[in-house]
């Protein structure tokens, strides 16, 4: 089924707004699954240090009890970078200004868009390619990371907002479509992670591909209704990541692996080389969904064993 023309538009339009990877449910299953996996020292400090962000009170409203307050404190704060896109208070940056890659705490309102992704640029035709942006999600994890441990010197206000940000940043190099970038001859200026094609998969509408790939588990959701997905069967709880893998904790070889899997699974046939839209396919559909639970799980294992080493 093919949409009326202005529908489709307009849905384009909608999704072609600042990434948002594997969008709420995504993000919040994964740092479910996470928080499951920390040490019980290290929950106590991420607890105290979560405490100190402006929404915590909202993050617990309706928790039942104060172990269960601390488990939704955690597992929605990974949406925070993702909830200040809609805050009027906060504004958009470039990166291309001085102050692009600096990192200051929650006194900072500007919305660092592009810390979101680190687009790996690619042509598979030869089509030339601009320069790669000087700050992106590996550059920033870097600095967040070094400044976690107590012993990094950092304020606990700063080292709040490098956490919420870091369990964030995870999730996003986690996302095929949040490492790369393709340049292709119908698309010059380049597909921005695949929010430049469109594609129609089984539900019927058309939307853009990366919007497609970020709403692989779903939409907007709660910290209860992301914990009670992930544990339901067939939910991400009972897919096991490959413990070799899950500790691997260098950013630029997750966003490495991720360009790979999104040439190899993003791009796949009959994903073409301009903007489309085109029809995906059953097979395409199964294979963006295995790769995304097992990306996903894998996130939520490195999420872990990170916050484990810095945060002991």
């Known amino acids: ?140 994890l870097a600095q967040m990371i070094a400044a976690l441990p107590a012993s990094s010197g950092a304020s606990d206000e700063l080292r709040s907002y490098d956490l919420v940000w870091t369990a964030h940043l995870v999730g996003d190099l986690h996302q095929p479509l949040h490492a790369v970038a393709r340049f292709t001859a119908p698309l010059t200026e380049g597909d921005r992670g695949g929010n430049a094609e469109l594609v129609i998969p089984a539900t019927g509408e058309t939307i853009t591909l990366h919007a497609y790939w970020d709403r692989l588990f779903g939409g907007f959701s709660s910290p209860f209704g992301a914990v009670f997905d992930a544990e339901q069967r067939g939910g991400l709880a009972g897919v096991t990541p490959d413990p070799v893998a899950a500790a691997e904790l260098d950013p630029a070889a997750w966003a490495q692996d991720s360009f790979a899997l999104a040439k190899q699974f993003a791009y796949a046939a009959p994903v073409g080389d301009g903007p489309g839209p085109v029809a995906l396919t059953r097979d395409y559909e199964t294979n963006a969904r295995t790769t995304a639970r097992s990306q996903a799980a894998l996130a939520a294992a490195r999420l872990a064993n990170l916050l484990n080493r810095v945060l002991k």
């Open 1 to 140: 089924m093919r949409l009326a023309p202005a529908v489709a538009i307009l849905l384009s339009l909608l999704s072609f707004g600042p990434a948002r990877a594997w969008w709420d449910e995504g993000h919040m299953q994964i740092a479910y699954l996470a928080y499951k996996r920390l040490d019980p020292a290290v929950k106590e400090r991420a607890d105290a240090l979560l405490r100190l962000n402006p929404d915590y009170g909202n993050w617990t409203c309706g928790a039942p009890d104060g172990a269960t307050a601390k488990l939704y404190a955690f597992v929605h704060a990974a949406t925070w970078p993702d909830d200040i896109k809609l805050k009027a208070d906060y504004s958009d940056d470039k990166v291309s200004a001085p102050t692009a890659g600096q990192i200051t705490g929650y006194s900072d309102h500007l919305r660092h868009g592009f810390w979101h992704f680190r687009d790996a640029l690619y042509s598979p035709d030869g089509t030339p390619l601009p320069a790669a942006d000087p700050v992106d999600a590996v550059t920033q």
